[in-house]
């Protein structure tokens, strides 16, 4: 399968946990994006790279939240000290240009 | 920033009707249009998208139609398969980002 991945699938973690997510996106992709979905929603943006450079950053993407994509590759969202409100799915996106392929999603459930 | 609204929330239709999901944005700028299908526990899936610089676009059973004008734009999808069951999201995007509706439960019944 030469989609995008996203790992892992499904978390469950105690509120004030750390949780980090994994994303790889379609190879030679260079723009990748987050998005988080909650239940009856449509998917929100969080953020973008374009390369390894994070481009765009969403006003949703509070300062407990950071992602990465070191060398331009795979990405990863980590979530810093859970709240209940983060609870929901969390997608990655990659784009050769204007075309977004979405991952599976990973869905995060903080108890 | 964009603001996209969609309609209907829920929609059911006998197997072989069609179905129109339409969607209004509201940044004059956006100029990319795609829709996805979601299905249970899956990411959204692109199914057709078109630009700013045309009006229409066809694949198969699904088309869409843009109104740069009135600024809306309309999924159709003819002869419905139950397959075709599942969550619809149109989106509009004007650079880095997709702005999405809320969504269309699609029901086709057999």
New interface residues.
């Given amino acids: 399968d030469t989609g995008?991945s996203?790992n892992p699938r499904h978390k469950i973690t105690k509120r004030g946990q750390n949780v980090t997510f994994r994303c790889d996106p379609i190879s030679e992709h260079n723009?990748l994006?987050w998005?988080r979905q909650t239940l009856?929603?449509?998917?929100?943006?969080l953020t973008?790279f374009?390369n390894e450079a994070q481009?765009?950053k969403?006003r949703l993407l509070s300062d407990r939240f950071s992602a990465e994509r070191p060398k331009g590759s795979f990405s990863t969202l980590e979530i810093q000290r859970t709240e209940q409100g983060d609870s929901a799915m969390y997608?990655c996106a990659s784009s050769p240009r204007?075309?977004?392929?979405?991952?599976?999603?990973t869905r995060l459930t903080v108890v | 920033g964009e603001n996209?609204e969609?309609h209907p929330s829920t929609l059911s239709v006998q197997e072989g009707d069609s179905a129109v999901i339409k969607c209004t944005y509201s940044d004059s700028a956006s100029n990319?249009f795609?829709w996805?299908k979601q299905e249970l526990?899956?990411?959204?899936?692109?199914i057709i998208?078109i630009?700013s610089n045309v009006g229409e676009k066809k694949d198969q059973r699904i088309a869409v139609t843009l109104n740069k004008t009135a600024k809306h734009f309309s999924l159709h999808i003819t002869e419905t398969q139950p397959e075709d069951s599942a969550v619809y999201?149109c989106?509009a995007?004007r650079a880095?980002?997709?702005?999405?509706?809320?969504?269309t439960r699609l029901t086709v019944i057999p």
Avoid: H, I, W
């Fill in positions: 995008v996203q723009r994006y998005y009856g929603q449509g998917p929100e943006f973008y374009q481009l765009e969403s997608l204007m075309e977004a392929f979405f991952g599976q999603g | 996209v969609q990319y795609p996805y526990g899956k990411g959204p899936q692109l998208d630009r999201f989106a995007s880095n980002n997709l702005f999405f509706g809320t969504g």
